[in-house]
């Protein structure tokens, strides 16, 4: 049971643009959203996190969106650039009483066109 | 250094053998992590240490496959009789408490 969704599988998008990358989750249990990057060969980067009493949270050119009611969380990425291109995962886990084991959604290639 | 190190980095070995993963969390994190990222199954929990606590074995996908931290710092994963489907980066991470996991740079596994 995959219970974190997360699209595109890919993205390109020109120099400038904003990608954006949406999950799903199912567990209501979840309490902490983090997004990694992911450059080859290299482990994942922790980029942004979110709770669930925000709906929103900036930072740098990193925008989480958060909608507790529908279960859903997605990452801009403002004014994008070549340095950019990575693999992006969604995460979620129940941190309060769980351990903080992350349940990975299945990733985003983006690619940043100059 | 400052980061999560593992090592080796990169390991060929033969099905059927046995294999040892090791990994130095950053200096001072309590907690550890192991994950397995493969082309099939994405980023997968394995197994998860806390202080003293017992660690939770939750993730591990057979018993072939064991960990340990000792010392509350180094951690060995272990892998018995490899099979092909073992195949995968092993990542490990750390934090402090349940903090912000922070991530090593694998070791890529490929069993022949």
């Known amino acids: 049971q995959q219970q974190v969704k997360q699209s595109p599988q890919s993205l390109i998008v020109q120099k400038g643009g904003i990608p954006i990358i949406n999950c799903a989750y199912e567990n209501t249990a979840f309490d902490y959203f983090p997004w990694y990057q992911q450059f080859p060969g290299k482990g994942p980067a922790l980029l942004i996190a979110i709770r669930p009493d925000v709906s929103e949270k900036k930072e740098g050119r990193f925008t989480i969106s958060f909608n507790k009611s529908a279960k859903q969380f997605s990452l801009h990425i403002m004014d994008s650039q070549p340095g950019d291109s990575a693999t992006y995962f969604c995460?979620?886990?129940?941190?309060?009483?769980?351990?903080?084991?992350?349940?990975f959604g299945t990733g985003t290639q983006l690619k940043v066109e100059l | 250094g400052a980061g999560v190190s593992q090592s080796p980095s990169n390991k060929v070995t033969e099905k059927g053998k046995d294999v040892e993963l090791r990994c130095d969390p950053i200096?001072?994190?309590?907690?550890l992590y192991w994950y397995r990222q493969s082309l099939g199954q994405g980023l997968e929990f394995l197994i998860y240490f806390q202080g003293n606590s017992a660690p939770d074995k939750s993730g591990l996908p057979s018993d072939r496959f064991s960990a340990e931290r000792t010392g509350g710092s180094v951690s060995t994963l272990t892998i018995q009789r490899t099979q092909q489907e073992d195949s995968a980066v092993y990542l490990c991470?750390?934090?402090?408490?349940?903090?912000?996991?922070?991530f090593g740079d694998g070791t890529r596994l490929s069993i022949l």
């Open positions: 991470a750390s934090s402090v408490g349940q903090g912000p996991q922070h």
């Open positions: 995460a979620a886990s129940k941190v309060t009483g769980g351990g903080n084991k992350l349940t």
């Open positions: 200096s001072g994190h309590t907690a």
